[in-house]
């Protein structure tokens, strides 16, 4: 007896054949959505869910652009938003402030962190000044630039930014307010005259200031001071 035959777009094809038919269709749909995921692009480690990379961002970003800070993580770092484009971390150009401890947190779907306590002497206070000045603001970024046009970027693949907030510089600003230094370990454009508003700042014993030089250099990590002790002689180089 010739084997039974079911006729289903496949005239001829007997049970055993149909059989095995069914088992390709099976596996394939199994292993294509696998191939799909596996090809899909990764997300950067220090970009956060629903961030666009610098890598994405610099392409387009332009001088005088307008964003939202989004969050502050500590008093040089926040998380932007341009319309339009997406949104990013950025590293405060020239400036660096007191490390802060932080707890983990998640605000406006971003995976990121805040300021609890000091790990360096004024980390804390200088987180608050900084979200004073510019915590959920509209500001106006720049950035500086390579020879091809795009943002520099800085450590993590954060973006270096020039941040300014109803025509004030931010850097300036913190600096001004005894809330960081002038971050002579790195070139900077900015550094000549963020290491003039630090000695101003120090010598009215604004902010960090407000204890005294020695209190500020005791807190300070070892790679903190590391940078630090050259600073005096970079800031006159930079006069």
């Keep these: 007896m010739p084997p039974q035959t079911r006729d289903r777009g496949f005239p001829g094809l007997d049970v055993r054949g149909w059989r095995r038919l069914s088992v390709l269709f099976a596996l394939a749909a199994i292993l294509v959505p696998t191939t799909a995921c596996a090809r899909s692009p990764r997300r950067g480690r220090h970009h956060g869910a629903g961030a666009t990379s610098p890598k994405q961002l610099v392409t387009t970003y332009a001088p005088g652009t307008q964003a939202r800070v989004l969050h502050l993580v500590d008093a040089d770092t926040a998380w932007f938003e341009i319309p339009g484009l997406g949104r990013f971390k950025g590293r405060f150009y020239g400036l660096n402030a007191p490390e802060c401890h932080k707890q983990q947190v998640t605000t406006r779907a971003l995976r990121s962190a805040r300021c609890t306590r000091d790990d360096e002497y004024f980390g804390l206070g200088a987180y608050r000044l900084a979200l004073k000045l510019i915590g959920g603001q509209q500001v ?82 070892p790679k903190t001071q590391k940078w630090y002790r050259l600073r005096a002689e970079k800031c006159a180089a930079a006069r």
């Design 140 to 221: 106006v970024l720049d950035c500086p630039r390579k020879k091809n046009g795009r943002c520099r970027t800085g450590g993590f693949g954060r973006i270096l930014v020039q941040v300014k907030v109803g025509g004030v510089d931010v850097m300036e600003a913190l600096v001004s307010q005894g809330a960081g230094w002038a971050f002579t370990k790195y070139p900077a454009t900015n550094r000549a005259t963020l290491c003039r508003l630090e000695d101003q700042a120090r010598a009215r014993g604004a902010g960090m200031w407000a204890g005294g030089a020695d209190t500020v250099m005791a807190g300070m990590k």
